[in-house]
């Protein structure tokens, strides 16, 4: 019981800024360079980290923390392994949520949509721009496969560090970028007393209509 009642009183009061209708521009990518920008001048932790909810084909969910690496005027791009667990389900279910928390302005942002792979082409140039390790990882890790131990893995990482001695790195083909294409992205506030800003963008087809939520 002692313990139920110490979570329950972890309690933040927001109070940092305000969110109105006409601080927010119409395209709501464009929003979100304003308030990324905003995150990255305040040194947010880990800004671009966004959790990424996918769903198996049958409505089961799973959510796990990635990366955002770039904003596209039409979305928000990651890479990743296409064969681990959310590759699979993203072929199964294309429909994915983002969600980015910045603790330090007190604001989170909720994005909806569908979800594609990016032109090779794209995905080569950033592969290229990793770091050493980073790409002879890629080649290491059978993503979310079961492995018998953790030797496996640095056994694998000599070998493949063999194999491509003096070699140029490429791309393996089950890696590459996805884009996520908004139809709704959500602007959250934290304000006191729990009655937060929320300002709800929703794609009718030919533009983005506006609407504030009830907190």
């Known amino acids: 019981m002692s313990t139920h009642s110490s979570i329950a009183d972890i309690r933040t009061t927001y109070q940092k800024k305000t969110l109105n209708e006409k601080d927010v521009v119409d395209d709501p ?10 995150a990255i001048a305040s040194n947010a932790a880990e800004v671009n980290a966004m959790t990424l909810a996918t769903a198996s084909k049958d409505g089961k969910p799973s959510a796990r923390t990635v990366l955002l690496k770039g904003i596209h005027k039409n979305g928000f791009v990651f890479f990743t392994n296409y064969e681990s667990r959310k590759g699979e389900e993203i072929a199964e279910n294309p429909h994915v949520a983002l969600l980015f928390f910045w603790k330090e302005l007190e604001r989170q942002v909720r994005i909806e949509g569908r979800i594609e792979k990016i032109d090779a082409a794209e995905s080569d140039e950033y592969f290229n721009s990793r770091p050493l390790e980073s790409r002879i990882g890629a080649w290491t890790s059978p993503q979310s496969q079961v492995i018998p131990d953790r030797q496996y893995l640095e056994d694998k990482e000599k070998a493949i560090e063999a194999e491509f001695e003096n070699k140029e790195i490429t791309r393996p083909q089950y ?26 963008y929703t794609f009718n087809g030919t533009g983005w209509k506006k609407e504030r939520l009830a907190p």
């Open 29 to 38: 990518i464009a929003q979100f360079q304003i308030w990324w920008d905003e």
């Open 175 to 200: 890696w590459g970028g996805y884009v996520v294409i908004p139809d709704s992205m959500e602007y959250w506030q934290g304000r006191p007393g729990r009655l937060h800003d929320r300002i709800l």
